[in-house]
């Protein structure tokens, strides 16, 4: 099972760009789907984005559609979090996920889907 690390976070203001990256320990971390969630000060965590485990196939919230990227990188075992024009709604505790799967082309949008967590990293936005 792999083990997660979160890196990137801070504060930003309102209209600027972040990017997260989350290190997987082990060597199958090609076999695992990965996701990123966020959690803001008293709400449920929420999907923000999930990528196949090739990379072929992404998906995201609509929130954040057409602003945040994900993408892997199996080689240095690390995903991704490209996230642009911020807004003061985005301000929350990013975690990534990873669940391991056969099947290619896979992706997840629940959290109970994934069995492997981070341990977050704090994104703020000023408005």
């Known amino acids: 099972q792999v083990q997660l690390v979160e890196s990137g976070g801070g504060l930003v203001q309102a209209g600027g760009s972040l990017s997260l990256s989350c290190a997987a320990s082990?060597?199958?971390?090609?076999?695992?789907?990965m996701g990123w969630f966020r959690q803001a000060p008293g709400k449920e965590r929420e999907f923000v984005a999930a990528?196949?485990?090739?990379?072929?196939?992404?998906n995201y919230a609509d929130s954040v559609k057409g602003r945040f990227t994900i993408s892997r990188d199996n080689a240095k075992s690390t995903v991704y979090l490209q996230m642009n024009t911020l807004k003061s709604e985005d301000t929350a505790v990013y975690y990534c996920?990873?669940?391991?799967?056969?099947?290619?082309?896979?992706?997840?949008?629940?959290?109970?889907?994934?069995?492997?967590w981070g341990q977050g990293t704090q994104v703020t936005v000023s408005s």
């Open positions: 990528i196949s485990r090739s990379g072929d196939t992404t």
């Open positions: 996920a990873a669940r391991r799967t056969a099947f290619s082309g896979l992706v997840y949008r629940t959290p109970n889907d994934y069995d492997t």
């Open positions: 082990g060597r199958t971390f090609s076999s695992y789907v």
